[in-house]
């Protein structure tokens, strides 16, 4: 529940919502950040005006996170959150001064993303089995998908067939902050998604998402989760598999066969080059074990 004493949270929330347009999923992560930070702010120093809140007093919530052993990754957004909370009330006229100029985020270790092996991939589609019926044929076609596009999880949930452009070879996706952006696919897919959208069965119900269960509804997060995360199990051992791993995998694959950055960037839907650049760290990795197997130095 918001805290009383601060309405600010409410017509922030209400700005994320309605101006910045964000998912749902990002305005409960901000609303959440927002309301430990407050209830602090209550608990400790008995609900100090907006105004008053220095940066001093962030600090002691930011130390007491650290101290509740908050990982450094999860600090940082909660700083995110509240910078962007007191930049909101700056622009609005609420605050003269934002009491986060002098808050610094702590470093995060950086971890390469995982990804599947490109030959565990081949494997996945050669030899694992797939059934016969519309579940196997929706579930080959999805992780086929994550795998040729590296969309999300979240993007692929809301796919319509409107979505698919047969005359082009592309998919039109709309991803964070309702950003579309266009994918290109092979020839082969996309003869693949004709073929599932003219097999739909019919009792859909005027559920026009492009991926649909038997019964002829949309699919669920959890149910697309456990079925990727059961296929990439019969292929290969790293410890996380999901539909993001996919994601990974993509972005990749691509970088080891020499993709443009930016290109790599503008499929992934990314804002920034820094997002991306993560994938060039697995490249390095890749030509360092080329050196070490093939120079005579090495």
């Known amino acids: 529940m918001p805290i009383q004493q601060y309405p600010h949270i409410d017509s922030f929330i209400n700005y994320l919502k309605f101006e910045k347009r964000y998912s749902q999923h990002t305005i409960i992560s901000y609303q959440n950040d927002l309301e430990q930070f407050f209830q602090y702010m209550v608990s400790q120093f008995d609900a100090i005006p907006l105004e008053a809140i220095s940066a001093s007093l962030v600090r002691s919530w930011l130390a007491e996170l650290s101290e509740d052993k908050i990982s ?15 930049k909101y009330q700056l622009k609005t006229g609420g605050l003269q001064k934002t009491p986060m100029g002098t808050i610094i985020a702590p470093k995060v270790s950086k971890r390469l993303p995982m990804f599947v092996e490109q030959i565990d991939m081949d494997n ?10 519309w579940k196997g044929r929706t579930e080959r076609l999805v992780i086929l998908i994550f795998y040729s596009t590296g969309m999300r999880l979240s993007e692929l949930i809301q796919l319509k067939e409107s979505q698919v452009d047969l005359a082009n070879n592309q998919l039109k996706v709309v991803g964070k902050g309702n950003k ?15 073929k599932y959208i003219s097999d739909k069965p019919s009792n859909t119900d005027g559920v026009k998402h492009l991926f649909i269960t038997e019964k002829g509804t949309a699919l669920q997060p959890r149910t697309v989760y456990g079925f990727v995360k059961a296929k990439l199990t019969s292929v290969t051992t790293i410890e996380k598999k999901s539909p993001h791993i996919l994601r990974h995998s993509f972005a990749t694959h691509l970088m080891n066969n020499g993709a443009d950055l930016n290109a790599v960037k503008e499929l992934l839907g990314h804002s920034s080059l820094a997002a991306t650049q993560i994938y060039t760290h697995n490249t390095i990795e890749k030509l360092k074990d080329v050196f070490k197997k093939a120079h005579p130095k090495a």
């Open 124 to 133: 996945l589609f050669q030899y694992m089995p797939f059934s016969d019926d």
């Open 180 to 194: 579309e952006r266009i994918i290109p696919i092979n020839k082969d897919l996309m003869e693949q998604l004709q």
């Open 72 to 86: 450094a990754k999860s600090i940082n957004r909660k700083i995110s959150t509240l910078k962007s909370f007191f």
